[in-house]
């Protein structure tokens, strides 16, 4: 049963209503104060679990000093566990996988999770390059948006757009009560 497609994310993103983020910006450490007021300088706002842009797409919220949104945080990690091993610490590629913080600078969020659900095959000079369909895989696809959103911030650091430079972010967001709910839900 495929029950990740890029219909129902495309649905979900449509059906995204706008949470209230009052509650939540109260709460916890320093720099949730200081990533929330640079979302606000972005311009992008708290919505259904997760910071996004104006067309509803998830969106990475990085500091001056690096400190970053929980989705990045969480990205980050979720990243260098599943596809650190073929593309490379730090989305840099390897010689086998692209750099996927390349390919996000041209590539829409869509294409993103569209590969990732399906996977890729490609044959180039008679060698087989195999992206695995992770579609059924739980531990991605409950924290897909959020590795997204910390390949996009490693992207825009390599378009010079004030990104996540290599490396381990210097500091988070605590995480939203909504993101907890949401991860228990998707994980069952
Ligand atoms: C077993 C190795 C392997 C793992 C693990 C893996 N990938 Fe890939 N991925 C590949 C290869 C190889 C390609 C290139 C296929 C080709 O040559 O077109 C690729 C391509 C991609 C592309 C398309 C990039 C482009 O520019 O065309 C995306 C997006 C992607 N992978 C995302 C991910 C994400 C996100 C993860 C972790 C959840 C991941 N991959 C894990 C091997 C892997």
């Known amino acids: 049963m495929k029950i990740y497609s890029k219909t129902l994310a495309a649905a979900v993103m449509a059906a995204a209503v706008s949470f209230s983020g009052a509650a939540w910006a109260q709460q916890g450490s320093p720099e ?13 706002t708290f919505t259904d679990a997760r910071y996004r ?7 990475p919220v990085v500091t001056k000093d690096y ?3 929980w989705a990045v945080w969480q990205g980050f990690r979720r990243y260098h566990d599943a596809c650190h ?8 590629g390897s010689t086998f996988a692209p750099a996927l913080a ?37 531990n991605i696809m409950c924290y897909l948006d959020d590795i997204y959103t910390y390949i996009k911030a490693r992207s ?9 430079p290599p490396g381990r972010p ?15 839900e998707c994980e069952g």
């Open 32 to 44: 949730n104060a200081e990533v929330q007021a640079k979302a606000k300088e972005d311009g992008v």
């Open 53 to 59: 842009n104006k067309d509803g797409q998830p969106t």
């Open 67 to 69: 400190k970053v949104d």
């Open 85 to 92: 091993v073929c593309h490379g610490p730090n989305a840099l």
């Open 102 to 138: 390349d390919s996000l600078k041209t590539m829409d969020y869509e294409t993103f999770f569209g590969i990732v659900v399906g996977g890729k095959r490609e044959n180039r000079g008679g060698t087989e390059f195999v992206m695995p369909a992770f579609g059924e895989d739980k």
């Open 156 to 164: 825009l650091n390599a378009e010079g757009k004030g990104g996540l």
């Open 170 to 184: 210097n500091g988070r967001e605590d995480i939203s009560d909504e993101a907890k709910k949401r991860a228990a």
